[in-house]
């Protein structure tokens, strides 16, 4: 079973300021993503990467970069952090095919709270 | 076990019929969400529940916290439907964490 591990949990972070938050999946997959989950709008797409060295843009890109240096890890960065991110971002790594038939897997998700 | 368990892994259908996917919940959840893969990395948001049963269309969930249980039924399937389904459910515990289920790979043949 793959597993995707997110660090850290929590964070309370000041307006202004600049956040990480990171992804490493052990499964030697390919793609990864990153999703905010917010009431009424499920989960978004932020970036997602197809390998290291990659980043693409997913439905609400902004106000967020993303960096893949290797197969394993995938960043979330915040560089001036708004309250409007505060929210839970998943994580999650899958091992490509079909672009609707891809078989992802999760981290358990980061709390972000921007005060 | 694995706190949440989904069946099957994947599932053949032909158009027209019908069919369920199941969650399993190694302990009492706090509520169930199910997604639809649609293209690269999207995830459409199917249903959210607190608990009982709700209906959007050909699609119907059912939330049984205390028989820690969720299920997913399609019925008349179409070729559109054909993609991968995940649970995710929240745990109790004030936790806002989801843990997702490992989906199910739907294929509809005509």
């Known amino acids: 079973e793959a597993a995707v591990t997110q660090s850290p949990r929590n964070k309370v972070a000041v307006t202004g300021g600049k956040v990480t938050l990171s992804c490493n999946q052990t499964?030697?997959?390919?793609?990864m993503y990153w999703y905010r989950q917010d009431t009424g709008h499920g989960l978004r797409l932020i970036h997602y990467?197809?390998?290291?060295?990659?980043?693409e843009k997913g439905d609400i890109p902004d106000g967020y970069k993303a960096s893949r240096p290797s197969q394993e890890n995938f960043s979330l960065i915040l560089e001036l952090a708004t309250p409007s991110q505060t929210s839970v971002y998943f994580c999650?790594?899958?091992?490509?095919?079909?672009?609707?038939?891809?078989?992802?897997?999760f981290g358990h998700g980061t709390k972000l709270s921007v005060l | 076990g694995m706190p949440v368990e989904q069946n099957p892994p994947a599932l053949s259908l032909y158009e027209g019929a019908d069919s369920g996917l199941r969650c399993n919940f190694s302990?009492?959840?706090?509520?169930v969400q199910w997604f639809q893969q649609n293209h690269r990395g999207r995830l459409i948001t199917l249903f959210y529940?607190?608990?009982g049963t709700k209906e959007n269309g050909r699609l119907k969930s059912t939330f049984n916290s205390k028989e820690r249980y969720s299920t997913l039924h399609i019925k008349d399937a179409q070729l559109e439907d054909s993609g991968t389904y995940f649970c995710?459910?929240?745990?109790?515990?004030?936790?806002?964490?989801?843990?997702f289920g490992s989906g199910t790979q739907l294929t509809v043949m005509p």
């Open positions: 999650a790594s899958g091992g490509g095919g079909a672009s609707s038939n891809e078989r992802l897997f």
């Open positions: 499964n030697n997959h390919n793609n």
């Open positions: 990467s197809y390998g290291a060295g990659s980043t």
């Open positions: 302990t009492t959840m706090k509520s």
């Open positions: 529940l607190a608990q």
């Open positions: 995710a459910a929240e745990s109790p515990s004030g936790s806002w964490q989801l843990i």
